[in-house]
């Protein structure tokens, strides 16, 4: 296993989730000079962006539907990636995957499927009403 996402699970609606990303697959276990990015898929429906950091970790971005609710994050080591998501609606469950790729600009953001190399499992979301 490349990526291992966690933190997921069920939660009113209005409430919070932070999800976790770590890197047991990539080299020394840590997301230095990787770009990160968050997906997620709902049932029925095509997987799709939901946030992004550089490998530089200095630019962000964010899917529209999201943006003022969720924030992606790495901690100093780099060694695990978050999602904090706040705000929750029934709209935002999906399974959440992370993903990682080290190639691409330094101060750039991905939001592609096909521009990201390596996967985590993903973790469920649910968010009740």
């Known amino acids: 296993v490349q990526l291992q996402a966690s933190g997921g699970g069920l939660v009113q609606a209005g409430g919070s989730l932070r999800l976790s990303c770590e890197a047991p697959g990539l080299t020394f276990r840590t997301f230095t000079d990787y770009a990160v990015g968050w997906f997620r898929q709902a049932p029925g429906k095509e997987r799709e962006f939901v946030a992004g950091m550089s490998r530089s970790t200095r630019a962000l971005s964010y899917a529209d539907s999201v943006k003022g609710r969720f924030t992606i994050s790495t901690d100093a080591s780099k060694i695990t990636v978050y999602l904090q998501m706040n705000r929750l609606n029934p709209d935002d469950t999906a399974v959440y995957y992370c993903?990682?790729?080290?190639?691409?600009?330094?101060?750039?953001?991905?939001?592609?499927?096909?521009?990201?190399?390596?996967w985590g499992q993903g973790t469920q979301v649910t968010v009740s009403s």
């Open positions: 993903a990682a790729t080290a190639r691409g600009a330094y101060n750039s953001t991905y939001k592609r499927m096909v521009d990201y190399y390596y």
